[in-house]
């Protein structure tokens, strides 16, 4: 029957909406500045009920990391495999990209700021799935700008998110749509010059 929620679909529902309050908690006072009754309180669920979905704080916040690592990774596969040239494919990871900074401005802060508390073995995970997430950027550049070596392509893509992530700090004072037209301008600008730099 459409419409009924079934008991897995709540339980995901549910366990996204406590990594959605932790992220927001975390970005705001720091990993070690919140408690699980906290967590669970902003979800309206008490602190032992929370460990119901999560084991400690620890695992919340490796899985908030590494969910979030591997939906921009498939993201960007997606994007660059539907788009019909590189220059589109670029359009589409750079939306992309935007999309999630102006969305998800608080796992922005999380990550800088909070990824030595995740376990070592998460931590190596997360690590490994943004490497993937660049190279397919790098491969994209690749096709557009041939002449230039990709260790250079991959020094321009983390400059890139340098200035998209920058919403935290920039994202607010205009609309949504203008934010994004105006990252996604400035991005494209600057790897334009791509193309005259020394190789």
Same mark, same amino acid.
């Given at each position: ?7 897995? =679909? ?21 990993? $070690? ?9 902003? /979800?309206?669920?008490?602190?032992p009920a929370l460990y119901r $979905? ?5 695992? +919340? ?22 788009a019909a040239d590189g220059q ?15 969305? $998800?401005? !608080? ?14 073995? !998460?931590?190596?995970?997360? =690590? ?9 950027? /790098?491969? /994209? ?5 041939? =002449? ?9 893509? $983390?400059?890139?998110?340098?200035? +998209? ?10 609309? =949504? ?23």
């Amino acid at each position: 029957m459409t419409g009924v929620r079934t008991p897995n =679909r709540v339980r995901g529902s549910r366990r996204r909406e406590i990594l959605d309050a932790a992220a927001a908690l975390f970005a705001a006072r720091g990993f $070690h500045g919140v408690s699980i009754e906290e967590i669970g309180g902003a /979800v309206g669920i008490s602190g032992p009920a929370l460990y119901r $979905h999560f084991s400690g704080k620890e695992s +919340l916040l490796a899985e908030m990391l590494l969910d979030i690592s591997e939906r921009l990774r498939t993201s960007a596969m997606e994007r660059a495999t539907r788009a019909a040239d590189g220059q589109e494919a670029l359009d589409a990871l750079l939306a992309g990209q935007i999309d999630f900074a102006l969305d $998800h401005p !608080a796992l922005i802060t999380v990550h800088d700021r909070e990824l030595g508390n995740v376990p070592e073995s !998460a931590r190596r995970q997360i =690590r490994r799935l943004q490497r993937l997430y660049v190279e397919e950027w /790098v491969t /994209v550049l690749s096709e557009l700008y041939p =002449r230039v070596p990709p260790p250079r392509l991959r020094a321009a893509t $983390h400059a890139i998110f340098g200035l +998209l992530n920058s919403t935290p700090h920039s994202a607010g004072e205009l609309p =949504r749509d203008a934010m994004a037209a105006l990252l996604h301008r400035m991005a494209r600008a600057a790897l334009t010059d791509l193309a005259g730099l020394p190789e």
